[in-house]
């Protein structure tokens, strides 16, 4: 091995580095919830479970509703993946689908589906993208001794408690269609 060729141990860092970036730049843990919520949903139905010398089958009348459901449950994880922009209509569609799957799936695969959907919809909804962190590179700019400074509201000035707009603005608040009286 040569002094310019990364080791496994420098390539695995690399990827573990690229990998955390990918997953803060989405709703990662929300669409991991989802898929695996999807799958005992969609698995269930057609499963045979051993207990012992007995053999339970799980078989509904709407085995292929919650087939339906599981698949669009894994769908719905891998959009908040991989387009997260539209996080919050996946998150409302990943709600819906688990409240759904509770009468047509077996209890939602046995409610581990269903709390796990559930959540991971919860999830994506309350997702927002973080803002970018301060560059370590550039000074600090803080008031006196590194104490931040009072916070100004866009369209104000320091100096006084009006926005700038405000003097300048005629509103006819009172057109006489609006009154309560």
Same mark, same amino acid.
């Given at each position: 091995?040569?002094? /310019?060729s990364?080791g496994?141990?420098?390539?695995?860092?690399?990827w @573990?580095?690229?990998?955390r970036g990918?997953?803060? !730049?989405?709703?990662?843990? $929300? =669409?991991?919830?989802t898929i695996?919520g999807g799958?005992?949903?969609?698995?269930?139905?057609?499963?045979n479970?051993k207990?012992g010398?007995?053999?339970?089958?799980?078989?509904?009348?709407a085995?292929? =509703?919650?087939?339906?459901?599981?698949?669009?449950?894994?769908t719905?994880?891998?959009?908040?993946?991989?387009h997260?922009?539209?996080r919050?209509f996946a998150g409302i569609?990943t709600?819906?689908?688990?409240l759904?799957?509770?009468?047509?799936?077996n209890l939602g695969?046995?409610m581990?589906g269903f709390l796990? $959907?559930?959540i991971?919809g919860?999830?994506?909804? !309350?997702?927002?993208?973080?803002e970018?962190g /301060?560059?370590?590179? /550039?000074?600090?700019r803080g008031?006196r001794?590194g104490?931040p400074?009072a916070?100004?509201?866009?369209?104000?000035s320091?100096?006084?408690e /009006?926005?700038?707009?405000?003097?300048?603005?005629t509103?006819?608040?009172?057109?006489?269609?609006h @009154?309560a009286?």
């Open positions: 091995m040569s002094a /310019e990364p496994l141990r420098d390539r695995i860092r690399n @573990r580095r690229g990998f990918w997953r803060g !730049s989405r709703p990662f843990w $929300a =669409g991991l919830l695996l799958i005992p949903i969609a698995y269930l139905p057609y499963a479970l207990v010398q007995l053999t339970l089958r799980m078989a509904t009348t085995g292929a =509703g919650s087939l339906i459901i599981g698949v669009l449950l894994i719905l994880g891998l959009t908040m993946w991989f997260s922009i539209v919050v569609a709600i819906l689908l688990a759904v799957s509770i009468p047509v799936s695969g046995f581990v796990l $959907a559930l991971g919860a999830l994506s909804v !309350s997702w927002a993208p973080g970018p /301060e560059d370590p590179a /550039e000074p600090h008031g001794g104490a400074e916070y100004t509201p866009p369209g104000t320091p100096a006084s /009006e926005p700038d707009w405000f003097a300048s603005a509103v006819d608040v009172n057109a006489g269609r @009154r009286g």
